[in-house]
């Protein structure tokens, strides 16, 4: 089984956050109609630990995982081992990576792609115990992710002027469109059934929401130009 993205201790540092609660909180209001709805997925979620606590299901080369914060914790360090596709639902993190000249707020409504091999550090400046800070991610296999931009080119190649795609090793933070947040809801409801064509319709929807990916402004930066 795939092993997700894998933490390491909080340290402690001062940062300044970026979005006050105010604001978070109207913004959460606003696109509470487009976040994902977790009420399919195990309501089972009683933390084992406060920071980041993991619920996962999934197979070898998929594995769908929610993770809650219910308190404030800074510079918590992330590693995926794997394509990772991020998605906030409740509250606010705050985002480090090497890549950035500046830390960014990560929102409800908003995606993350994380490459594989890559680390991020977090702030989770408004967890609270009745109020947690919850994520949901997709980790996908890289040679599963591999194998749908190789069908994608089969089927929808691209100019000669711009080449092949190919997998790009970036960043990329991007506002969902409702068709991502659609395969999102899918994604939520079958990692959460038990049926025969279960594993299938998880496949094909993990190769969609890479192709929705695609489809978004930001896909200039999964891809390679």
Request: hydrophobic share 40%; charged share 20%.
């Amino acid at each position: 089984m795939l092993s997700g993205l894998s933490g390491n201790d909080a340290v402690i540092v001062s940062r300044t956050a970026t979005t006050d609660r105010t604001q978070l909180n109207a913004f959460c209001l606003f696109v509470g109609s487009i976040m994902p709805d977790l009420t399919p997925f195990p309501a089972n979620r009683s933390p084992q630990v406060l920071i980041e606590n993991r619920t996962s299901v999934g197979g070898r080369d998929l594995q769908f995982s929610v993770y809650d914060t219910y308190q404030p914790a800074q510079a918590v360090a992330l590693h995926a081992r794997n394509l990772v596709c991020c998605g906030m639902v409740t509250g606010r993190k705050t985002i480090y990576t090497e890549e950035a000249d500046a830390p960014f707020d990560f929102l409800p409504g908003e995606s993350l792609v994380v490459p594989s091999g890559r680390s991020i550090q977090i702030d989770f400046p408004d967890a609270e115990t009745g109020d947690p800070t919850t994520c949901i991610t997709l980790e996908i296999e890289k040679d599963k992710v591999q194998r749908i931009v190789d069908r994608l080119n089969e089927t929808t190649p691209r100019s000669a002027a711009s080449g092949d795609w190919t997998v790009e090793d970036r960043f990329v933070h991007f506002p969902n469109t409702p068709a991502i947040e659609n395969v999102l809801q899918t994604l939520v409801t079958l990692f959460s059934e038990n049926h025969a064509y279960r594993d299938a319709l998880i496949d094909l929807n993990a190769a969609e929401l890479v192709v929705r990916i695609l489809q978004t402004e930001a896909r200039s930066l999964l891809m390679a130009e």
